[in-house]
C-alpha cells in the first residue's frame, strides 16, 4: 500500500446522471442549502436553550415556538414543499411554471448558484415529471420503473443546468 | 475467524461501556440529593439531564472505542495506510451509495455539536457537552470507517446470494474492511443492506465503476472473486486480474469448478496455481491470514497460505 500514485482526477462528482460537473460556489451553495434545511428543522432546540437561558422555562417555550414557526417558513422560503422531498420539489416546479414567484431565500440560493429556474425551465421540469408519472403508473417491473426514474432525472438535470 | 487479540478488544469494549454506564448511574443516584432546588420539578429535571449526558456519553465511548479498535486492527494488517491511501478511500465514498449515509450525516453531526455548545455555554451546565463528546467521537468513528481501505474486496454480480456473502465477509473479518460494489438495494432484507451501507462502494455513475474497480483491486490486499457469476463485469474483472498478474492475491470463490476462468481463457483454467476456494475453505484462509497477520504477495501467493 505504499509507493502508488493513484489518479483521481478522471472519477465523476458521484452525482448521477449529470450533464456537466458542478462549479465551487454550486457545490457550496448546495452544503449552505442542505444547512438551511437542517436549521429549519433543528433550530427550535437552540431556541429552547436560549429562551431558557434569559428567560426561564416562559421564554424556552416561547422561543422554541418561535423558531419552530420560523423553521416552518424557512421551509417554505426556500422552496421545500410537503413531506415528500421527491415529489415536493416537483411541486414547487409546478407553482414556478404557473407563475408563482421564488420565495426570499429561493431566490437568494438561486442568486448565489448563479443558474435561476426560469418560468421555461419550470415548465419543461413539469412536462418531464408529468410524462413520467403517466409512464410509471403503466410500468410493471422495477427495472422498467428504475428506467423511467433515471430518465426523469437525467431530464431535470439537464433543463436545470442549461443556460 | 476472530484473533484472541480482536476477543480481548471486543471484551474490553463492553466492559468498558459497562463500567462507564456503571459509575455514571452511581454518581447520578449519589448526585440526585443535591439537585438544584429540592423540588420534584427540579429532581426530575436533573436527573433527565443526567441521564442524557450518560446516554450521550455511552454512545460516544462506545463508537470511540469502535474506531480505535479499526484504526489499530487495520494498521496491523495493511500497515502502512498512507495518507494517499487514505484520501482514495475517502474519494470513492464520495462518489458511491456510501455518502448517501456517511456524506449527509455529517451536517446533522455538526449542527447537533452546536446545539450541545449552545447549551453547554448558556445554560452553564457541563453535562451539555456530552452532545460534543458523542458527536466527536461518532466523527472520529466515522473517519476511521470510511478512509481506512478494505483488507478484502469482494467482486460478484448484484444477486441477493452475493449481498449475503459480502455480509458473512464482513462479520467475519470485523473491525476490518470488506468493501464491494454490489448493489444491497436488490431483494435484500434491510438489516443487512443497513450494515453494508459504508462498505458497498456501488458508483452513482456508471463510469466511474471501472476505474473505482482497479483502484481497489490495486489498495486490497485480499480480492475474492465470485468465480461462479459468468456476467461480462465479473468477465471483465477477472480477465483484469490474469492480465495484469494480480492472481496472487486472488482467490476465486466457487462451489463448483470456478466457471469463470474457461469465459476468461482455457488456458488460464488449465493452470494449477489458482486459489479456487469454497466459502469453507475462503473462511480458513481468512482466518489464518487475521491470526497470523499475514498479506499476500508475489512470494507468497495466497495459494499457498493452506
Known amino acids: 500500500m505504499s509507493g502508488h500514485k493513484f489518479d483521481l482526477s478522471n472519477l465523476s462528482e458521484g452525482i448521477s446522471n449529470m450533464p456537466r460537473r458542478l462549479t465551487r460556489r454550486e457545490w457550496m451553495v448546495d452544503h449552505f442549502f442542505y444547512y438551511l434545511q437542517l436549521v429549519s428543522k433543528l433550530g427550535f432546540i437552540a431556541g429552547g436553550i436560549v429562551g431558557y437561558a434569559v428567560w426561564g422555562w416562559i421564554g424556552c417555550v416561547a422561543l422554541a415556538i418561535g423558531c419552530l414557526l420560523l423553521g416552518m417558513l424557512i421551509r417554505r422560503s426556500v422552496g421545500l414543499r410537503g413531506p415528500d422531498p421527491f415529489h415536493g420539489w416537483y411541486r414547487r ?13 429561493e431566490w437568494m440560493v438561486e442568486r448565489l448558484r448563479g443558474n435561476t429556474f426560469t418560468r421555461a425551465k419550470c415548465r419543461a421540469i413539469t412536462a418531464a415529471y408529468d410524462t413520467a408519472m403517466a409512464e410509471l403508473r403503466l410500468a410493471t417491473s422495477r427495472e422498467q420503473q428504475q428506467a423511467i426514474l433515471k430518465r426523469l432525472d437525467s431530464e431535470t438535470k439537464r433543463v436545470s443546468y442549461s443556460d | 475467524m476472530w484473533s484472541t487479540r480482536q476477543r480481548i478488544a471486543h471484551w474490553l469494549i463492553h466492559a468498558g461501556v459497562g463500567v462507564g454506564v456503571l459509575a455514571g448511574g452511581f454518581f447520578i443516584f449519589n448526585h440526585i440529593k443535591e439537585a438544584a432546588d429540592k423540588s420534584v420539578a427540579g429532581i426530575a429535571v436533573w436527573s433527565v439531564a443526567s441521564l442524557a449526558f450518560l446516554f450521550c456519553a455511552t454512545i460516544g465511548f462506545w463508537y470511540a472505542f469502535l474506531g480505535v479498535n479499526q484504526h489499530w486492527e487495520s494498521t ?41 455548545l449552545i447549551g453547554a455555554f448558556l445554560l452553564k451546565d457541563a453535562r451539555w457537552l456530552g452532545i460534543v463528546v458523542m458527536i466527536v467521537d461518532l466523527r472520529w ?3 476511521v470507517r470510511t478512509t481506512t481501505p478494505p483488507f478484502v474486496l469482494f467482486l460478484s454480480t448484484s444477486e441477493a446470494m452475493s449481498v449475503e456473502r459480502h455480509h458473512r465477509l464482513k462479520l467475519s473479518i470485523s473491525p476490518l474492511r470488506a468493501v464491494s460494489l454490489l448493489d444491497v438495494g436488490i431483494n435484500t432484507d434491510a438489516d443487512t443492506a443497513g450494515s453494508l451501507n459504508l462498505d458497498c462502494l456501488r458508483t452513482e455513475e456508471d463510469e466511474d465503476w471501472w476505474k473505482v474497480i482497479v483502484l481497489l483491486i490495486e489498495l486490497a490486499p485480499i480480492v475474492v472473486i465470485n468465480a461462479d457469476a459468468e456476467s461480462p463485469g465479473v468477465i471483465r474483472e477477472a ?46 484462509i481468512l482466518a489464518l491470514a487475521l491470526n497470523r497477520g499475514l498479506k499476500p504477495s508475489r512470494e507468497r501467493p495466497i495459494s499457498s497460505f493452506l
Open chain 2, 141 to 143: 468513528w466515522l473517519w
Open chain 2, 76 to 116: 496491523r494488517m495493511l500497515r502502512p495506510i498512507t495518507t494517499e491511501a487514505r484520501q482514495v478511500m475517502l474519494a470513492l465514498c464520495r462518489i458511491s451509495q456510501a455518502n448517501r449515509t456517511a456524506g449527509r450525516s455529517i451536517p446533522l453531526m455538526n449542527c447537533v455539536a452546536v446545539i450541545g
Open chain 2, 239 to 284: 480477465t483484469h486480474l490474469v492480465a495484469e498478474d494480480i492472481t496472487f492475491k486472488t482467490i476465486f470463490l466457487s462451489n463448483r469448478d470456478a466457471p469463470l476462468l474457461r469465459q476468461v481463457s482455457d488456458a488460464i483454467a488449465a493452470e494449477a496455481g489458482h486459489c479456487i476456494a469454497s466459502n469453507y475453505r475462503l473462511d480458513q
Open chain 1, 93 to 105: 416546479m409546478r407553482e414556478r411554471a404557473e407563475g408563482s414567484q421564488a420565495g426570499l431565500l
